[in-house]
């Protein structure tokens, strides 16, 4: 059972255009939301996270929006570089006092930017 | 500062052996997860260890152990390695328990044949 789904595997946008980047999750105990980006060979580097009383946050060129209600979120990159291409993963983490913070993941969207 | 670092960068073994994977945390972190990533898949959670003692654990079976060591650095074993168990080994550090963001190394490659 998916508690976090990426359902577009594959994304191509133009350099400068809007990357949009989306994620569904069912688990309504998911408290805060990450984007991680994945490079090959290397480890997920941390993008920005939304907690889950927010709608949107904002740093530099990426932006997330948190729909609670449809249980969705995206990643919005503007404008989009060729740098940006890589793997990107969907994050979410649920708060039980005491117990660890686990990440739950999708599968991943392979974004690429064509120059 | 240094980021998380991890141990082998690739290790090839064989069915039924055993492995030891290694992980130190950025300086000032106290909680080290393992995630297990299979190609095509997302990174999926193992153990989270803070204060030398285990938090959290994920569906894995008993072949895999971890620990943690008093200088928060971490070690993921795993026992009679099955050809399922190829995959990426990944570590990731956090401030301590409740710290949602967590960093991540680089990964050991293990490959079963």
């Known amino acids: 059972d998916q508690q976090v789904k990426q359902n577009s595997p594959s994304l191509s946008v133009q350099e400068g255009r809007i990357s949009i980047l989306n994620c569904d999750y069912t688990?309504?105990?998911?408290?805060?939301f990450l984007w991680y980006k994945k490079y090959p060979a290397e480890g997920p580097t941390f993008l920005i996270s939304?907690?889950?009383?927010?709608d949107k946050n904002e740093d530099g060129r990426f932006t997330v929006f948190l729909n609670k209600s449809a249980k969705h979120l995206s990643l919005h990159i503007v404008p989009s570089q060729p740098g940006d291409s890589a793997v990107y993963f969907c994050?979410?983490?649920?708060?039980?006092?005491?117990?660890?913070?686990?990440?739950?993941f999708g599968s991943g969207t392979q974004l690429t930017v064509l120059p | 500062d240094a980021g998380v670092t991890q141990s082998p960068t690739h290790l090839i073994k064989t069915r039924g052996q055993q492995v030891t994977l290694r992980c130190s945390p950025i300086?000032?972190?106290?909680?080290v997860s393992w995630y297990q990533q299979v190609l095509g898949q997302g990174p999926q959670f193992i153990f989270q260890?803070?204060?030398?003692?285990?938090?959290g654990r994920g569906n894995f079976p008993d072949r895999f152990s971890a620990r943690q060591f008093p200088n928060y650095s971490s070690e993921l074993n795993v026992n009679a390695l099955l050809l399922g168990d190829s995959a990426l080994y990944l570590c990731?550090?956090?401030?301590?328990?409740?710290?949602?963001?967590?960093?991540f190394g680089p990964g050991t490659r293990l490959t079963v044949t």
């Open positions: 688990n309504s105990m998911f408290d805060y």
């Open positions: 260890y803070y204060e030398k003692e285990e938090r």
């Open positions: 939304i907690s889950s009383i927010k």
């Open positions: 300086s000032g972190h106290k909680s």
């Open positions: 990731a550090s956090s401030r301590d328990l409740r710290s949602y963001e967590q960093y």
């Open positions: 994050a979410a983490s649920s708060g039980v006092s005491g117990s660890a913070r686990q990440l739950t």
